[in-house]
């Protein structure tokens, strides 16, 4: 059996719609079609029904090929669109072909009219696959992006949860130094629900702003160890960068020791201090730098090889997860100095 072919016909002259459709007769389809000659019965046409090709000519007395165009593309169809002229030159048919027609005819080649409506069908057949599988494409990905959204959310509730466990079992804790242990435990984890919070909230899923991690982080921190802000003044500045899941995690919990040591243990006996936390993007290195103008790092301890669990996560972390170099300055105060790339 013949397959139907839907051909609406934009043509003032009746005498010429009638040589296309003895043209399209040849064919192996069962034509059936429309002519019309003005934007309002076009406009009639594509709302009444679907077509498989649109055949204009270029020129009309109240209409042109490539108003017929516009108005197909401006309802957002994608149907096969051929001009059909009598009259045309290589410079309007390059424009016409620019404009987004499919393909040109000459009135006086007419034979070639059957082999273009075939290839235009063909074409359209693999153009409507191509947007369906995009269409299909983009689903998955937002649903994916759904997904990750609710893990992260997830994962941060469960951190939540296992901080509350620890700070409730805490509570039956006395010995002075178990529950500081108790207390960085939670603070670590924080840092840790934290990332996965920024992460639920930003855009791409990957990366956080640093910045708005950070002064999270920090406020969180202060507030664990009630510091007076009168007494101790924090002075963070960070780049406004993002930084990708597998660098900001351990970024976090350097950034959590190394300040919480300060607040331990470099303003004893001396009231008041300065905490400096600095990180700063250049091209893909990060430089991070956590400072204080406290009593000092004591002589005897090396930093890379304390008995404390403390300075020791951080060497590893810097070293093992961020492929990154630490040094400590000594000249004022505490400062250490990390340099990574956040490529990740
Ligand atoms: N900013 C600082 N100013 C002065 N001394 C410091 C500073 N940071 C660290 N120290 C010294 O280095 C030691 C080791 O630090 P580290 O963080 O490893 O252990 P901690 O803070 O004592 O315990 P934790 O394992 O809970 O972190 C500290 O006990 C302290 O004596
Ligand atoms: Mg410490």
Known sequence: MAKPLNVLIVEDSDDDALLLVRELKHSDYALSYLRVDTPEAMHAALEEQEWDAILSDYEMPHFSGLGALKIMQDKGLDVSFIIVSGKIGEDVAAGIMKAGAHDYVMKSNLWRLVPAVERELREAVIRRERREANE?????????????????????????????????????????????????????????????????????????????????????????????????????????????????????????????????????????GDIRISLRKNGDTFKLIVGDNGIGFPEDVDFRNTESLGLRLVTLITENQLNGEINLNRNKGTEFNITFKGGK
């Open 136 to 272: 299909q494409i983009e689903t998955a990905l937002r649903e994916k992006e759904v997904l990750l959204r609710e893990i992260h959310h997830r994962v941060k509730n469960n951190m939540q949860v296992i901080s509350s466990i620890l700070r409730l079992q805490s509570r039956y804790v006395s010995d002075e130094k178990s529950l500081e242990m108790f207390k960085d435990s939670q603070n670590r984890i924080m840092s840790i629900a934290l990332v996965h919070e920024k992460l639920y909230y930003s855009n791409d899923l990957t990366r956080v702003n640093i910045k708005e991690y950070l002064n999270d982080l920090l406020g969180n921190l202060l507030k664990s160890y009630t510091m007076d802000k009168n007494i101790i003044s924090l002075d963070i500045s960070v780049d406004d960068a993002a930084l990708g899941i597998d660098s900001a995690i351990p970024c976090g919990l350097i950034i959590g020791e190394l300040v919480s040591n300060s607040l331990k243990h470099a303003f004893n006996g001396n009231k008041y």
